[in-house]
């Protein structure tokens, strides 16, 4: 398909001289003598790219600049400019022009930026195109992923929405695991009842008492009147404990009753209370563990590990990545009002590479923040936090020296410091034997 430039500028020698200068079997070149001229074209059809002065009679550059922007946002804009008068040229930038070129117009600088908009737009292209992919919805009710670890966890989830049996959700901080618990409500015959959420960690034991089971009138100071508990208030729906690893001993034997007979009683009450519940739960805890310190009752445990989970890092699923990233930057452009619609190729693969300690929730925050503060319509690697910046991370600098001799013998001063001169550690940190080592270092003349 023909990229289709307009020229817009009052003097004919102008656009006489750039049709010609541009004049190449891959473009179809069309003029416009005034901005209300150029408006009407772009109107009546598609432009990939205008090419305007700024300063013309009648509508100046910059008003035909927003006017194109809100009748076809995907036309890429380059502003012509006199020399001298780079102060407006700014602004049309800010105003959301690709670029500006000053006159008297430099014929290669101009092929350059021409370039440089038409690879703008060819990103803009991928960008819907994986836009649409977003809309097939890779994954679960908001859970986004397309790897084989999370299509696991989706095929689970589908497996078990429809029984009533109690999920154990577990998984590092940021995982999902709320959104999993979320999805498979769902998915269930119980979605239209409610779906209560309870953090185990977050109120005292008396009080969790009480949150869970409700109280009977007078059962303690304070208590007024009888309260349902959030088992109670759910009947029919679906209770998720987080952080269920928190919940005090004696309480656990109470949640183990409530599991097995679907019944209990309120804080200081006698009448046994039946309600029809789902339970699911989840922690970041390693349960394991605590079996072994004997926080947490075995029957409870059992009881609870019906059916398990396990969430993997998003360092373990890299390529759910850029999935995730075009997801929030959608999401973050429509909410904060931006004008973000994509990420250049390096910053993404500097997201992709990065650790994610804090997983998916990190990932969001960082999203969030970039499409936030920027300042362009592309993400950039300016746009990177400071901690996932490659060039400021701690990792291989590389100098300008890139030779293969040069570059192992960095790697193993590197491996040396790092191992505290150990050379045994050194070796195994580099993957060569203690031999190879020292034969290397004495090639390198390193002690
Ligand atoms: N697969 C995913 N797709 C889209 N968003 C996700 C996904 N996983 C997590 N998130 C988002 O990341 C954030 C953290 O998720 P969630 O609260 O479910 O994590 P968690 O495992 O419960 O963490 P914690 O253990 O700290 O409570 C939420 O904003 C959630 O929407
Ligand atoms: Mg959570």
Redesign the pocket.
């Known amino acids: 398909m023909k990229t289709v430039i307009l020229i817009v500028d009052d003097e004919q020698n102008i656009r006489e001289g750039l049709r010609e200068a541009l004049q190449i079997p891959a473009y179809t070149i069309i003029t416009a003598e005034n901005g209300l001229q150029a408006e009407e074209i772009v109107r009546s059809r598609a432009i990939d790219l205008v090419i305007s002065d700024l300063k013309m009679p009648g509508m100046s550059g910059l008003e035909l600049l927003k006017k194109i922007q809100t009748i076809s946002p995907a036309t890429f804009f380059i502003m012509m400019t006199a020399y001298g008068t780079v102060d407006s040229a700014v602004r049309a930038i800010k105003e959301g022009a690709y670029e500006y070129l000053t006159k008297p117009i430099n014929l290669d600088q101009m092929e350059l930026l021409i370039a440089r908009a038409l690879k703008g737009k060819a990103l803009e292209a991928e960008n819907i195109y994986l836009k649409k992919q977003l809309q097939k919805r890779y994954?679960l009710e908001?859970?986004?992923?397309h790897s084989l670890v999370m299509e696991r966890v989706f095929e689970i989830i589908r497996q078990i929405s429809a029984s009533n049996c109690t999920v154990l959700i577990t998984?590092e901080?940021?995982?999902?695991?709320?959104?999993v618990a979320r999805a498979i409500h769902q998915q269930s015959p119980r979605k239209n009842m409610p779906f209560i959420p309870i953090h185990c960690a977050a109120l005292s034991p008396s009080l969790l008492e009480s949150e869970l089971f409700g109280h009977e009138r007078g059962s303690f100071t304070g208590a007024v009147s009888q309260k349902k508990g959030k088992f109670e208030i759910a009947d029919g729906g679906t209770v998720f404990l987080?952080e269920v690893g928190e919940i005090p001993l004696e309480m656990q034997v109470k949640l183990l009753r409530l599991l097995e007979m679907r019944e209990f009683e309120r804080v200081g009450g006698t009448k046994s209370v039946t309600v029809d519940i789902r339970l699911l739960a989840?922690s970041?805890d390693d349960l394991e563990k605590l079996l072994r310190k004997k926080q947490l009752r075995k029957d409870l445990y059992y009881r609870l590990n019906v059916v398990r989970i396990n969430l993997p890092t998003l360092r373990e699923r890299r390529e759910d990545i850029p999935l995730?990233v075009y997801?929030f930057i959608e999401e973050f452009s429509r909410v904060n009002r931006k004008k973000v619609t994509a990420i250049n190729p390096r910053a993404l693969q500097a997201l992709q590479a990065y650790d994610w300690p804090g997983n998916?929730?990190e990932l969001?925050n960082c999203m969030e923040s970039m499409v936030v503060l920027s300042k362009n319509p592309v993400l950039g690697m300016e746009d990177l936090p400071p901690q996932i910046s490659p060039a400021k991370s701690p990792s291989l600098r590389l100098p300008s020296d890139l030779s293969i001799k040069r570059m192992e013998k960095e790697l193993i001063r590197g491996a040396l410091i790092k191992s505290s001169g150990k050379k045994q550690k050194a070796a195994e940190l580099l993957g060569i034997s203690r031999r190879t080592l020292y034969r290397k270092m004495e090639e390198y003349g390193l002690k």
């Open positions: 994954g908001n859970l986004i992923g998984g901080s940021g995982t999902g695991k709320e959104l987080d989840a970041n995730l997801t998916v929730r969001k």
